[in-house]
Every structure is written in C-alpha cells, then in structure tokens.
C-alpha cells in the first residue's frame, strides 16, 4: 500500500495567517491526490481533487500543489471556520490510502 | 451532493458479525458510480474498507479483505457492508461514501459501532 506522510500532525494559527499543510507519498501518483476537511463529530468534505483543482463552492483562498510524491494544501488568510482536521488522501493505487490528519486550530 | 444514510446496530458482540447498509437516492445508484465504507477509530484517521460499483464489483483493502463483503440492491436503492470475527479494534465511526465524478464526494453522517461484550 502506499504510504502518506502528513505534517504538521497539529498546528496553531491566527486568523488571517497563510497556512501550509504537507503530503507525501511513498511512491510516485501522478497528481492523484485530494485534500478533506473534517469537523468535529462530521463526515470529511472534499475540498480539492487532482492535486490542485478547487471544488466548486469551497472558498478559493483553499489551494493545492504538487506532483509526485510531494504535495501542499495552503490555506491563504485563515478564517475561524477553517478549524478542522485535514486529510490528504491518494487514490493513484488500490487500496486508497489517507494522511494521519493535520489539526489545525485558530490561536 | 447526494445524501446517504447509514444505518445498523449500534453494539456488536467480538468475534461477530458487524453489519451496516447505506441508504442511497433512488435513481442514484449509476453505471458511473463506486460506493465505499470509510471508517474512523475514536481519535484516529481514516482507512478506506472497500467500495462496490453498481454492477457488484468490488474492491477491498487488503488489510481486511478476510473479513469484509459488500453487497448492492439496486432495486432497494442500498448497499451493505459486513466484516465478521470482530474485535475491539473494529471499534470506529462508519461512513458509506459515493464516488462518481469525484472521490467520495458525498458521505453519509457516519454510525459509531461498537464492539464489546
């Protein structure tokens, strides 16, 4: 199976802070990579699919980059709502594969 | 997004048989479409079971392939998920997911199981 390093696994920011979150594979997947935001006690919600494309309605300070094995999720002007956990997830090979989880918490 | 509903017993007894069925709109289960179970361990992450096309082609994960079959009914408009010889660590939050366009893109709310004596 391929493996997912996610990091930071918790981080603390202010409103209005740039924010980045980083993937990596443990093999090579192309760009078949998506980004999901969960809240407490909710389901994940797809926030960017293919590596860097938004999905409609998600706000667009929410972007994505990379290929390969190393990837970037960017939060650009953090808002209060934004506090969740968020997981990278690969689906370039079976069995699809998710990051451990970056908390990210408003200070 | 399209909504979906899990539903089944809230406390499964170890070494039995854990069952769960995802309601899904009618009309929605599609030649385009993949369901799967994603489940979540209290405070951990998230690990793909396996998902189902609407033909009943399925893909597990292997780390619990043994143990996991997943069914569809078209006709009732749902899809199943059971993994037997439970344990404690099959303990977690269930969610059934739709995959059509996009990579689960729609989830159900989730279902906590339990298993314990």
């Known amino acids: 199976a391929i493996q997912m390093t996610q990091s930071p696994s918790s981080l603390s920011a202010s409103v209005g802070d740039r924010v980045t979150i980083t993937c990596r594979t443990s093999?090579?997947?192309?760009?078949?990579l998506g980004w999901y935001q969960q809240k407490p006690g909710k389901a994940p919600k797809l926030l960017i699919y293919g590596a860097s494309t938004l999905r409609s309605g998600v706000p667009a300070r929410f972007s994505g980059s990379g290929s390969g094995t190393d990837f970037t999720l960017t939060i650009s002007g953090l808002q209060a709502e934004d506090s969740a956990t968020y997981y990278c997830l690969q689906d370039y090979d079976y069995p699809w594969t998710f990051g451990q989880g970056t908390k990210v918490e408003i200070k | 997004q399209v909504q979906l509903q899990e539903s089944g017993p809230g406390l499964v007894k170890p070494s039995g048989t854990l069952s769960l069925t995802c309601g899904v709109p009618?009309?929605?289960?599609?030649?385009?479409?993949?369901w799967s179970w994603v489940r979540q361990s209290p405070g951990k992450g998230l690990e793909w079971i396996g998902e189902?096309?609407?033909?009943?082609?399925?893909n597990y994960n292997p780390s619990l392939m043994s143990r996991v079959t997943m069914s569809i009914d078209n006709f009732k408009n749902q899809f199943s998920l059971k993994i037997s010889y439970v344990t404690a660590a099959d303990t977690a939050v269930y969610f059934c997911?739709?995959?059509?366009?996009?990579?689960?893109?729609?989830w159900g709310q989730g279902t906590l199981v339990t298993v314990s004596s």
């Open positions: 093999q090579a997947i192309r760009y078949d």
């Open positions: 009618a009309g929605s289960i599609t030649s385009s479409t993949w």
């Open positions: 997911t739709r995959t059509a366009a996009l990579r689960f893109e729609s």
């Open positions: 189902i096309s609407h033909s009943g082609t399925t």
